[in-house]
């Protein structure tokens, strides 16, 4: 028997039929998504880790479907024949061909079980409706599985890791059964939509709008927003960075027909960032503002730039710390000093699985003397909050740092060049390494071991959990090297929009 849906399928069915019908049909319009990824690797590494908490389970290990079924049904026959009942991991069910593999069932007094439905991050409505597929599934399949509890399973922020092995107290179950139960006819009827869809010969019509964001980021919104450039074409509205619903409404209404912004009418657009990308539509390479020119020419020196590696993994890496917890584990942070000055560099990086940040919190405040301006891309949202935070690590400092704190708030690069700047090659991302491959005359992220955020938080853990080797030594130097680069290109790309200023 073919099984055509999942849970997951079911959802993304519930997000959007097209997108569906796009997984099916034409999965490669997708492009892999590292973050994603890291969200899947991360919710596979808890579901495993948290079975050690359930004594004397049962792991149906098998992978193919059928088998899976038949091994899920044995256990549950023996169950039912008076084998005492043990918790089952992975157990197999199956209703009008969807096929579910539920994370835990957990045996009740009174002869009835608990499905428990396990997410590596914070409560979700998508995570209850989850559930509601697999506790749906389950009753229809004519199993002996007397579900009377559907929950959710998510980490337990208070819990404390010691460094030990046993993570009891590691999973906070929630009671979720009311809202799960009260889903059951809405699925019913998705359930057939979904398996309707699946069978058209041709994708579905559906246009883009706030679903594509919710609950997940659509993987297809490049190909269903055609936002990359293609030969040619001069400009194509970024709809996902006017992704703000109000926005995205006000391009929405010119996509269908009017892909190309330059023919609105400048009355019709509302805020200046359309207004820039109208400019940029109309075939102007870029948008650049003396505003940002003025506002870069007048910080004064020395100009300090930091940027934090973090880690917020569900298991937590070090001693003392707690699930999800958002840890920096390494900073960059370089000084450019005067205009013509070679820069200073400073670094560190956590070497042992004890809490990094009361050193990383005394390694920075003794690399910034702060008689100067701190620059962090999205320091308003990330090294200003990180900041702030390591007061409590490292206290004799915390003037300092909660100084250092607002400095990244302040003076946020992010914000001014949003404002002020705009590439059409940026294609609405204005990521720091998007805005280097759009301006900078070689990419400074090229031959990196490590060339993202998210490869270095699966390097670090990685580099944590290896013995003193040279190997170790490598993947440090790896670490260092992409971390440092996240720096240096906010001066290169500070230095490059001067130099567009000067030029004629
Ligand atoms: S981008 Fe939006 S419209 Fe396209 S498949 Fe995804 S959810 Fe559907």
Redesign the pocket.
Known sequence: MAFPLSKSKLQSHH??P??LW?EINQPNLAPINEVQQLILDRGTAFGDAIRSTFSDGVLIEEKNSQKALIETAKWFNLFASGEPRKPVFEAAFTYKGIIVRVDVLNPLPGGTWELIEVKSGSLKPSHVRDASIQALVIEMSGTFVNLSKISIGIPESTFTFTGSANIAGILNVIDKTLEAKELFTEIESCIESALNTVVLPTVPE???GA??KTPHA?G??SH?TNTKLQPGETFIVPVWHLSKDPLTKIVQKFLPKKRDLAAVSKSDLETAIQLQMREVACGKPYYLESALQVFLNEQPFPRYFLDYETNNSPLPLWVGTHPGEVIPFQFSLHVWTAPDAPLQHHEFIATTNVDPRPALAKALVEAINLVGPVFAWNGNSTEGPITEKLCAHYPSAAATLRQIADSCRENDPLRKFRQWMYFPKMAGDWGLKSIAKSILPTNPYFGLAIKNGVDAMKGYEKYLAMLPSSNRDQLEADLKAYCGVDTSVMIDIWKTIQRMHASP
Request: aromatic letters at 8%; hydrophobic letters at 30%.
């Open positions: 997000q959007c097209k997108k796009l559906v246009s883009t679903h594509c659509c297809f919104a269903c």
